[in-house]
Structures are given as structure tokens and as C-alpha cells.
Nanobody, 124 residues
């Protein structure tokens, strides 16, 4: 099972930007999917964005469309999340995830490996 390590979280003012990065320790099969989820205090973990390497398709939660951009390099096993126009509601711990046979990109249970999480706080 791959180990995932996230970086790039921090404190930012509303309207600001942050870039999160994730690196996998093992090569991922081409059919795999990498994604970002987030979990705010007292709330369930929710889907943010995903990328399918085989089809090079991208998926976003409605709440982040137009503000967040997922990108990555399959050969390097890295995936980034560029976050712009951040809002206080974006405050959460952000997790990187990887799955070999993901049927539904938004379903956390379909992913096999998870990072430890990185805190993003949007506050003035």
C-alpha cells in the first residue's frame, strides 16, 4: 500500500490562495485515481476534487468549482490542489487519497490509501 504525504497547508486570509501537494511512495497503476478530501470539525469527510490517470478526467465538488484546480504527474506520483478565492468555509483538514479501483470518485470508501492530513485555516 502506498504512503501519501501532504504538504502546503497553513493560515490564509479570506480571498487568499494556497497550494497543497501530495506525493505517493509507490508507483500507482494507470487505472488509479488520486483525490483530495477535507474534514471540518464536527463534520463528515467530504470530497473536494479527483483526477483519473487513465482518462485524464478531473472531478470537483460543486462548492469548489471555479476556485480549486487539481493537477498531477502520474509518473512522479504527485497530485496538487491549487486553492484560490478561499473562504472561511474552506477551513478543514485536507487529505490526499489514492485508489486502484475507484468506482465513484466522491466516495471515500473507494480509496485504499490516505495521507495524514494538512490543516488549512481561512480566517482574518
Amino acid at each position: 500500500q502506498s504512503q501519501l504525504v501532504e504538504s502546503g497547508g497553513g493560515l490564509v486570509q479570506p480571498g487568499g490562495s494556497l497550494r497543497l501537494s501530495c506525493e505517493a511512495s509507490k508507483y500507482a497503476v494507470e487505472r488509479s485515481t488520486m483525490a483530495w478530501f477535507r474534514q471540518a470539525p464536527g463534520k463528515d469527510r467530504e470530497f473536494v476534487a479527483a483526477i483519473r490517470w487513465l482518462t485524464h478526467k478531473f472531478y470537483y465538488a460543486d462548492s469548489v468549482k471555479g476556485r480549486f484546480t487539481i493537477s498531477g504527474d502520474h509518473a512522479k506520483g504527485t497530485v496538487d490542489l491549487e486553492m484560490n478565492h478561499l473562504k472561511p468555509d474552506d477551513t478543514a483538514v485536507y487529505y490526499c487519497a489514492q485508489g486502484d479501483l475507484v468506482i465513484a470518485e466522491t466516495a471515500a470508501s473507494h480509496y485504499d490509501a490516505w495521507g495524514q492530513g494538512t490543516q488549512v485555516t481561512v480566517s482574518s
